[in-house]
């Protein structure tokens, strides 16, 4: 191993580390708001809200993120002249915005459906006791339902986040330089293929470990009540 090669790389690669942690986040951000209305509208009964959603996450759950990242960033060059003319082009012609298009869509496919099962386990029991207590409506979903089901949804939710986050490291095939594209860039020039790689490995499981010591802190506050009625 070439340590003194490893330290004067490792600027690099926690720039490049910053960039993975950007693209997690925005997209993180993002794509949980489009997962709510999204898993509401699969559990609609109203088949333009239902169906066109169900294929939204169809797709974005059964295809490849490479393949959808390649669609986005390489397919929307066939459609330049159209999204010029929506003034588009600027933001599709930039490797970071399509990075974290296809991440936020990917994501909230994969949120929307930990919700919707959320949702649909929620006990009947917490729902009628609000009805008890005159609530009603949105009234309901947003003091009853909604805190219970992202409970319900915290474990399944932490391991979609530990997922984009090493999902990113995919975005260096469009050009991205986040951690693994410093890594390769590097290992490029140098043909230390091992340091750099590995380098970058533990970068991940840092990352890695501070999300799931994240969320069982969470979990464990927001289940707190529980432990105390033990």
Known sequence: MNWELIGE??????????????????????????????????LSHNPLLKYPTAGFVFYFRGTPLLVQLF???YGSGQFRDVLSDM???????????????????????YTAEIFRGAIQAVPRGEIEAGKAFGMS??????????????????????????FLL???S?????TVI?????????????????????????LYLIMTYVLVY???LLEKRLNAYQHRSA
């Open 166 to 168: 090493q999902a990113t």
């Open 178 to 202: 986040d951690l693994t594209g410093a890594a390769d860039l590097i290992r490029s020039k140098t043909f230390a293929v091992y340091e750099m790689y590995l380098t970058a490995a533990v």
């Open 214 to 216: 994240a969320f069982r």
């Open 137 to 162: 409506g949105w009234l309901l979903f947003r003091r009853v339902t909604l805190p219970k089901a992202f409970r319900i949804a915290l474990p399944a939710y932490g391991n979609e986040v530990v």
């Open 71 to 73: 669609l986005i960033y």
């Open 9 to 42: 790389s490792l600027p690099k690669l926690l720039a490049g580390a910053g960039v993975t942690v950007q693209l997690t986040l925005f997209s993180l951000a993002i794509g949980l708001l489009l997962a709510v209305p999204l898993a509401l509208a699969r």
């Open 87 to 109: 003034g588009l082009w600027t933001y599709f012609r930039n490797a970071w915005f399509c990075a974290v298009l296809t991440l936020t869509l990917n994501t909230a496919a």
């Open 170 to 174: 995919l975005v260096s095939a469009i």
